[in-house]
C-alpha cells in the first residue's frame, strides 16, 4: 500500500472556553429522558477503567518504552535526537473499558527544508531529489529497531507489540508511531481553511497554536490501519479543570459524549454479521465529528451529526478539510452504519443494555 504523510498536529488547552456549556445549551440542546440519561450515565460507568488495571499496563508500557528509546537513542544515527509526544486516548482520558492499547509517538526534529549534505541533517539520506522524504524507508529501518530492541520479548510482532502482563496475564498493545517535528512560521497550506475554532476558543487562541510546532506522519491508509487518534488536539475536549466550561457551574460532557461514541462503534464491530461493513471506521472519526460539532452536552445531537456525515459520505478532516475521511468507506457501508446509528437512537440504545 501506499504511505501518505499526515499532519500530526500540538496538543494545547485553552483559558477561553467559559461559558461554551451555556451558549451550547442556548444554540443546540436538546433533552434526553430520564430513562434514557440514567441508561447513558450508566453505559459511561461500565466503561470506567479500574485505577489498578491502568497503574499495571501504564507502567508496563513506561518500561518497553524506555527500553525503546535507549536502543534508537544509541543504534539509530538519525534517531539521537528522538522525543515523546504524550497524545491518544489514554493520555486524552478517553480510553474505554480496558488498558489494552496504547499509542507511543516518537518525534524527530526537523528543519522546514532538509538539506542533501552529509553535515545538514541525520536524515539527509533518506531524501529524495525533489526534497521529499523517502517515508516507506524510513519507517522500515525504524521498524527493525524497534523490533530488534524487544526480540527478547515474547509476541511482539515490528512495530505494533502485543505484550502479555505478568500481573494479570492479559495482552496489551503497542503502537510506535515515527512523526517528524516541524518548527515554522504557521502551519501549512492544506490546513488554512481548517481548524475553525474562532468563534469556539477564539481568535487569539488560534494564532498562538499556529505558531506551535506539527508533526508529520507516514502510516498506512490501507485495510487494518485506521486514522490515527493522536492526530487530535487533547486540549481541545472539555475536562481540564482550569479551561472549561465547569468554572461556571456547568458538566461539561463532550468526553461522555466521544466514550458512548466509540463504544457504540466497537459494540457493533464485535457483531460478526455486522464487522464486515464496520471495517472501514474507526474512533477517530468520532472525534472529528465531535470537534465539528463544538457541542458540549448532547450525545444525541453528536451522533445525529455523525449520520449527517454517513449520508453523505464526507466527513472532512478537522484540520484540513480537503482530506475526506471516509473517502475508503463505501456508500453502502456508510449507509449500513447510518441506519445501526438511527435504530439505537430510536430504540433507546438497546446495544447499550
Not at 499509542?103 to 542533501?116: F, G, N, Q
Request: with cysteine; charged share 30%.
Amino acid at each position: 500500500k501506499e504511505r501518505q504523510t499526515t499532519v500530526w498536529l500540538p496538543t494545547f488547552s485553552s483559558d477561553r472556553q467559559k461559558n461554551c456549556a451555556e451558549k451550547a445549551t442556548a444554540m443546540r440542546g436538546l433533552s434526553i429522558d430520564d430513562t434514557l440519561g440514567k441508561l447513558l450515565m450508566a453505559t459511561i460507568d461500565k466503561l470506567k477503567i479500574k485505577k489498578s488495571e491502568r497503574s499495571n499496563a501504564s507502567s508496563c508500557v513506561n518500561n518497553i518504552t524506555a527500553k525503546v528509546v535507549t536502543h534508537l537513542k544509541q543504534n539509530v544515527n538519525w534517531c539521537k535526537d528522538i522525543e515523546r509526544l504524550r497524545t491518544g486516548s489514554y493520555y486524552e482520558n478517553v480510553k474505554i473499558c480496558e488498558p489494552d492499547e496504547f499509542d507511543v509517538m516518537r518525534s524527530i526534529p526537523v528543519d522546514v527544508a532538509l538539506k542533501r549534505h552529509p553535515n545538514k541533517h541525520a536524515l539527509h539520506r533518506f531524501l529524495n531529489e525533489d526534497k521529499t522524504i523517502q517515508a516507506s524507508e524510513m519507517l522500515s529501518e525504524f521498524r527493525d529497531a524497534v523490533k530488534e530492541a524487544v526480540k527478547k520479548k515474547p509476541r511482539c510482532p515490528a512495530v505494533t507489540l502485543e505484550v502479555k502482563m505478568e500481573e494479570n496475564g492479559k495482552t496489551i498493545s503497542i503502537d510506535f508511531v515515527l512523526g517528524l517535528k516541524v518548527h515554522r512560521a504557521s502551519w501549512p497550506d492544506f490546513t488554512k481553511d481548517g481548524f475553525k475554532i474562532e468563534t469556539w476558543l477564539g481568535k487569539k487562541e488560534k494564532a498562538n497554536m499556529k505558531h506551535r510546532p506539527f508533526y508529520l506522519v507516514s502510516k498506512y491508509e490501507g485495510k487494518g490501519h485506521a486514522e490515527h487518534d493522536g492526530v487530535v488536539a487533547k486540549g481541545i475536549l472539555h475536562g481540564h479543570s482550569k479551561t472549561c466550561c465547569e468554572d461556571v457551574g456547568y458538566k461539561c460532557c463532550q468526553k461522555e459524549c466521544l466514550k458512548l461514541l466509540k463504544y457504540l462503534l466497537q459494540q457493533l464491530k464485535e457483531d460478526d454479521s455486522k464487522s464486515r461493513k464496520m471495517s472501514k471506521f474507526c474512533s477517530y472519526h468520532a472525534k472529528t465529528t465531535l470537534l465539528h460539532a463544538q457541542l458540549a452536552i448532547c450525545f444525541q445531537q453528536l451522533l445525529e451529526d455523525f449520520v449527517q456525515h454517513l449520508r453523505k459520505c464526507h466527513l472532512p478532516n478537522f484540520f484540513i478539510p480537503s482530506h475526506n475521511l471516509l473517502r475508503q468507506a463505501s456508500p453502502s457501508s456508510c449507509d449500513f452504519l447510518a441506519n445501526e446509528i438511527e435504530f439505537q437512537l430510536n430504540n433507546n440504545f438497546l446495544i447499550f443494555s
